[in-house]
């Protein structure tokens, strides 16, 4: 059984305790392993860690704006691909439309955010209503559709030959953070008993990327009675209740949403901000070189960046300091705000990520030189 090398040193002038009461007119830089789970140093700079003049090279940081996005589709598969990797693929759906065929994943589940809009959920579990600020956790081999009451925009995010999970609460308890009783799931209700004709249908399958059809001669989704633990469930942002501490910024793996086998899916939704003295109110920078942090910003004024809106995406891959924004940092240090009003969702992705052509053509190209003093 392996073990991490841990022998405790102090060098030079340090703080007592981490993320607080920082030497005089330094800024603060974790480096650490294993996200934040693992062992870590805290590094105290006269200058931001994040304070370049310049960058070359493809390792910097990148942002893309959805709002630019043209195309709307009524097929999930003709969503707007942005980023992947080996075990995810992150798109952006636009729907104007009912779907007027079925859909089954059988490369993994996926994970819906709901940016706008509302819809009717049906698949084999049932009828389901969905809305903005709602996950919806679909599970592999799911057969589903959806019929919009708005327009209707929306992450994709699917966890390849993989499932989502819970996290482990741990000393917080099960009820922590959302309670699992929150959950809703399909019902087998008169809207989906309604929707069951004997019209024709058709199912698009994906499976290694490449879709496959299945015509019927009726509505597959058929049931009449299910009973198991296996299923789609729904959780709105607004059921997510953070962890706080007034005297310690708690770093962003502590609100974690669900787990897949390489990334995790974090949700930062409204709280108060730090009011002791000593503690930092902005996220520290850290060198979290073991992950790279893809952040969706749902709505609000996220606290730790500056001129970011409703619909952007944010690229900080590892290999460079993460961290604030130069304003965001000094509203923090001056204490302008008391509480964050920003909803986002974050993936921390344990492998790298390849941008694609479709999110290149959404890029706002000085987003790295973003973190320059004016």
């Known amino acids: 059984m ?23 007119n330094t800024f603060e830089r974790e480096l650490g392993k294993e996200g934040f789970y693992g062992p870590a140093t805290q590094m105290y700079h006269r200058h931001p860690p994040t304070g370049w003049k310049k960058i070359d090279g493809p390792l910097k940081p990148s942002a893309f704006d959805t709002n630019k996005i043209q195309d709307s589709t009524s097929s999930p598969w003709d969503a707007t691909p942005l980023l992947c990797n080996d075990y995810f693929n992150f798109r952006f759906w636009k729907t104007e439309t009912n779907m007027d065929h079925l859909v089954r994943n059988g490369d993994g589940d996926e994970l819906l955010f709901i940016h706008s809009g509302e819809a009717e ?48 609460k741990g000393l917080i308890g099960n009820h ?10 399909p019902e087998l209700d008169q809207t989906f ?51 706080m501490s007034h005297r310690y910024h708690i770093p962003p793996s502590a609100h974690t949403t669900f787990l897949s086998k390489h990334f995790i899916v974090c949700t930062f939704t409204p709280r108060p901000l730090e009011s ?22 749902h709505r609000g004024e996220f606290f730790s960046r500056d001129n970011i809106h409703s619909g952007m995406i944010t690229l900080h891959p590892s290999g ?7 304003k965001a940092f000094a509203a923090g240090k001056h204490r302008t705000r008391d509480e964050t009003d920003e909803v986002a969702v974050m993936i921390d992705s344990r492998e790298e990520v390849d941008i694609l052509p479709q999110a290149k053509a959404l890029e706002l190209k000085e987003y790295a030189n973003s973190w320059q003093q004016s």
């Open 2 to 24: 392996a073990q991490w090398i841990s022998i405790p040193k102090t060098e030079g002038k340090a703080s007592r305790q981490a993320h607080a009461d920082l030497p005089k």
């Open 193 to 243: 008993v309604t929707q069951q004709t004997e019209e024709e249908w058709s199912i698009f399958v994906k499976r290694r990327g490449i879709l496959s059809t299945l015509i019927y001669p009726y509505n597959p989704l058929d049931a009449i009675g299910w009973h198991g633990t296996l299923m789609p469930v729904r959780l709105n942002w607004r059921d997510i209740r953070p962890i």
């Open 176 to 185: 922590a953070i959302f309670d699992p009783a929150v959950l809703d799931a």
């Open 276 to 297: 002791d003295p000593g503690a930092l109110r902005a996220p520290f920078y850290h060198n979290n070189d073991d992950y790279e942090e893809i952040i969706f910003y």
């Open 121 to 168: 959920f049906f698949c084999d579990y049932g009828h389901l209503h969905i809305s903005e600020g709602d996950y919806l956790i679909i599970p592999r081999g799911t057969m589903w559709r959806i019929e919009i009451a708005s327009s209707l925009s929306a992450l994709l995010i699917e966890s390849t030959n993989a499932s989502y999970q819970l996290p482990d």
């Open 320 to 326: 460079i300091t993460h961290g604030p924004h130069p």
